[in-house]
């Protein structure tokens, strides 16, 4: 922003670029809104079976611990395994709980630092259900940012600068800077960033295209376009796939639980007939 408003003034075109920068800032917070969107009712989903589990292993199974016992039968090993886990945390809920706070706080203050975010920007884009998502969130901010710095007037060396501030992931913009070295010595664009093994095959033509036409700002802007629609579609996607997901998880987990509790005493009831 900063960057761009010293270039409308020294361009006289202020006013244009500021509705650019509006442009360019309203699609990025449309994107950031759908993703936490999307990453709410997997989230909420989450909570409510945590606080499930728990409320089943400290408060339902201990109830059903004296009679499961006195019954003298000898009880699956499922129902022995959860009792066991179920004592221990009735006996260590205190400790427990401050530990899974420390850890969380923990956790919430390593991934602000260079190296836990670093870990977790390479782990996004290692991950097989999420990495193409994240790869066209970054496609779509690259090539928007490149296209409005380059229509303003900004040299291209200068625009990779900004940019790299701009991925929003840390091993990208690593990799980022041997590309931006290749592009310094006068190699072209698209072959550096070929050479990153990262952005799709469709971007780089686009630029490969108007760098042969001259008309690369155009390029990019198109390309944008294109890749925000691919953001929306695959992020509706992941929705789709993470929230039948995250019900089965929670059937198989508390089902499990109830299974452990059922099973002896269908033994119980089947013996008394």
């Not at 409308?8 to 360019?24: C, F, K, P, T």
């Not at 449309?30 to 009712?41: M, N």
């Given at each position: 922003m900063?960057?761009?408003?010293?270039?409308?003034?020294?361009?006289?075109?202020?006013?244009?670029?500021?509705?650019?920068?509006?442009?360019?800032?309203?699609?990025?917070?449309?994107?950031?809104?759908?993703?936490?969107?999307?990453?709410?009712?997997?989230?909420?989903?989450?909570?409510?079976?945590?606080?499930?589990?728990?409320?089943?292993?400290?408060?339902?199974?201990?109830?059903?611990?004296?009679?499961?016992?006195?019954?003298?039968?000898?009880?699956?090993?499922?129902?022995?395994?959860?009792?066991?886990?179920?004592?221990?945390?009735?006996?260590?809920?205190?400790?427990?709980?401050v530990a899974l706070g420390l850890i969380i706080f923990g956790f919430n203050y390593w991934k602000k630092t260079e190296s836990g975010k670093f870990w977790l920007d390479g782990l996004v884009l290692n991950l097989p259900v999420i990495k193409k998502s994240v790869v066209k969130v970054i496609t779509a901010r690259f090539a928007r940012s490149l296209g409005i710095l380059l229509k303003s007037g900004i040299t291209i060396i200068n625009a990779m600068d900004i940019i790299g501030d701009l991925i929003g992931n840390t091993v990208v913009e690593e990799r980022f800077q041997v590309a931006k070295e290749e592009i310094r010595e006068g190699r072209g664009i698209s072959g550096p960033l070929r050479r990153l093994n990262l952005f799709p095959p469709l971007l780089i033509h686009m630029i490969s295209v108007g760098e042969s036409t001259g008309e690369l700002d155009e390029m990019l802007a198109r390309t944008a376009g294109f890749f925000d629609e691919e953001v929306d579609e695959a992020v509706d996607k992941l929705t789709a796939m993470i929230e039948p997901a995250m019900i089965i998880l929670m059937a198989i987990v508390v089902g499990t639980i109830i299974l452990s509790i059922m099973l002896p005493m269908i033994s119980v009831l089947s013996s008394v007939q």
């Open positions: 900063r960057n761009m408003v010293k270039v409308g003034e020294a361009s006289v075109s202020l006013d244009s670029i500021l509705n650019r920068m509006a442009d360019y800032y309203e699609n990025d917070a449309r994107i950031q809104r759908k993703i936490r969107a999307a990453l709410t009712y997997p989230t909420i989903l989450g909570v409510m079976t945590l606080g499930l589990v728990v409320l089943l292993m400290v408060k339902i199974l201990p109830m059903f611990s004296d009679i499961l016992g006195s019954t003298g039968g000898k009880m699956p090993l499922l129902t022995v395994v959860l009792m066991a886990i179920s004592d221990f945390m009735v006996a260590h809920f205190w400790l427990l709980s």
